[in-house]
C-alpha cells in the first residue's frame, strides 16, 4: 500500500475540483486503495509523481483516474419518466410551434451513450413515418473519451438493455454473440459524441433539450449552481432541463421554472 500525505490529498483535491467540478474530498480512501495498482503499473513509488503526470494536462490519465472514482454506469430507458415527458409534452408541443423541425439536443455527461439513443429512439417512434422531415440530431458530451468511444461502437450487453422492450430489440438492434447486441446505424448516425468538460465555457448554439442527468451528483452545491446557470443561458426559451432524480435545484438559485420532478423549464 502505498500512502496519501495530507499535502497530497489537499493538492488533488482542489486540482480536480477546480479543472473538473468533481468533489473529491470524501474519497481519501477510495484514492489510496483504488489507485495503488496505477501506481504499481506505473513503476512510482509516491503520489506526487503520479499527480505531476495528471497535471501535466494529460486528459487521458486524469479521466482514468476519474473513472476509477466516480461511476459511469447508465442504461437505456434509465428514469423513464423523462421519456414518457419528452414523448407526452415536448414533442407534440414542438410539432405545434417548431416551423423549422429542427430539434437541438443536449446529453450532457452521456457516458456510453444509452441516454441519447434511448432518446433517439424514442423519438424515432413517436415521428414514424414523418421523421424523414425532422432534423433531431443529439450532441452527447463527456470528460471521459473511453466511454465514449463504447458509444460509437454501440454495443451493449444485458445491464444495458435491461429495460429496453423487444420491440426496440428487433427494430434498432442486431444480435451479437449470446447476449449482446448492437445498435443500428440508422439510430447512432444521429448521436456525436464529443469529449467536453462541464467547465469549460458552453459556446454551442442553443438547445431545446438538455439532459444532464447523475452528473452533478459529484459536484459541490457552488458548482452545480453555476452550471445550472449555463445550462439556463445555452436553452431556447421554452427549452426544458432534466436533471436525475436524486437531483434538485435550489429553486432560489435559478431561473428556470420547476414543471415536475427533475424536469426544469427555461420562461
Ligand atoms: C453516471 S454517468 C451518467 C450517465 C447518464 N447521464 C445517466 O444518467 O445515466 C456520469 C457521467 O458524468 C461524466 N462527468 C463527470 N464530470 C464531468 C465533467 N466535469 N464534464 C463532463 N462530464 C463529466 C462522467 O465521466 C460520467 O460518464
Redesign the pocket.
Known amino acids: 500500500m502505498i500512502h496519501l500525505t495530507d499535502q497530497e490529498f489537499n493538492d488533488i483535491v482542489t486540482y480536480i475540483k477546480s479543472n473538473?467540478?468533481?468533489n473529491l474530498i470524501n474519497k481519501r480512501q477510495l484514492i489510496e486503495a483504488r489507485m495503488y495498482s496505477v501506481l504499481v503499473e506505473k513503476g512510482l513509488t509516491n503520489f506526487t509523481d503520479y499527480f505531476n503526470l495528471i497535471k501535466q494536462n494529460n486528459s487521458q490519465e486524469v479521466t482514468a483516474m476519474?473513472n476509477k472514482l466516480?461511476?459511469?454506469?447508465?442504461y437505456f430507458l434509465?428514469e423513464e419518466a423523462h421519456f414518457n415527458f419528452l414523448k407526452n409534452v415536448i414533442l407534440p408541443e414542438q410539432e405545434k410551434t417548431n416551423r423549422m423541425k429542427n430539434i437541438r439536443i443536449w446529453?450532457a455527461?452521456?457516458?456510453s451513450g444509452?441516454?441519447a439513443f434511448t432518446t433517439i429512439m424514442v423519438m424515432m417512434d413517436y415521428f414514424g413515418l414523418r421523421r424523414s422531415e425532422w432534423d433531431y440530431r443529439i450532441l452527447a458530451?463527456?470528460?471521459?473519451e473511453k466511454?465514449m468511444q463504447e458509444a460509437r461502437v454501440g454495443l451493449y450487453g444485458k445491464d444495458s438493455l435491461k429495460n429496453v422492450p423487444e420491440t426496440w430489440l428487433r427494430r434498432y438492434f442486431t444480435k451479437q454473440g449470446n447476449d449482446h447486441y448492437v445498435l443500428s446505424e440508422e439510430v447512432r448516425k444521429q448521436v456525436i459524441f464529443k469529449r467536453?468538460?462541464?467547465?469549460d465555457p458552453f459556446l454551442f448554439q442553443p438547445f431545446d433539450l438538455i439532459?444532464c442527468?447523475?452528473?452533478m451528483i459529484?459536484f459541490d452545491q457552488a458548482t452545480r449552481n453555476a452550471l445550472i446557470n449555463k445550462f439556463y443561458d445555452v436553452l431556447k426559451p421554452g427549452g426544458y432541463l432534466f436533471i436525475?432524480h436524486s437531483e434538485t435545484i435550489q429553486r432560489d438559485s435559478s431561473k428556470f421554472v420547476y414543471i415536475e420532478p427533475s424536469v426544469y423549464q427555461k420562461g
Open positions: 473538473y467540478g468533481i476519474l466516480t461511476t459511469n454506469h447508465t434509465r446529453s455527461g452521456c457516458s444509452e441516454e458530451t463527456d470528460i471521459s466511454v467536453f468538460n462541464l467547465m439532459f442527468r447523475n452528473v459529484y436525475g
